[in-house]
């Protein structure tokens, strides 16, 4: 069992940053692959990127790319999600969430566990 609980969301300005945590509780953390996804009001749940248990692959959406760094602290039991760059369009509730492995990753329904979601809001 793994139970995950997101932080870090906001109001930010256009061309600003912002640093999203997940952490997760559970021995069991390692053994997962972590995903972030997103949605805005009216929107389908939406594909952020992956880091592998081990952090040595990471996949990210087209749109994020250059833009949004994923990273994990295995011994914290944390991943993160580094966002650069933001604009209007990414506002929306972001989740973090963990699944067995990184194929299909880009699919919500494969993932396991969930968190209630950080809300990013990104003002132009």
């Known amino acids: 069992q793994v139970q995950l609980i997101e932080s870090g969301g906001g109001l930010v300005q256009a061309g600003g940053s912002l640093r999203l945590s997940c952490a997760a509780s559970g021995r069991t953390f390692t053994r997962y692959a972590m995903g972030w996804f997103r949605q805005a009001p009216g929107k389908e749940r939406e594909f952020v990127a992956v880091?592998?248990?081990?952090?040595?692959?990471?996949y990210y959406a087209d749109s994020m790319k250059g833009r949004f760094t994923i990273s994990r602290d295995n011994p914290n039991n944390t991943v993160y999600l580094q966002m650069n760059s933001l604009k209007p369009e990414d506002t929306a509730l972001y989740y973090c969430a963990a699944k067995a492995g990184v194929s299909y990753y880009n699919d919500y329904s494969q993932y396991r566990y969930w968190g209630q979601g950080t809300q990013v809001t990104v003002s132009s």
């Open positions: 880091i592998s248990w081990s952090a040595g692959i990471t």
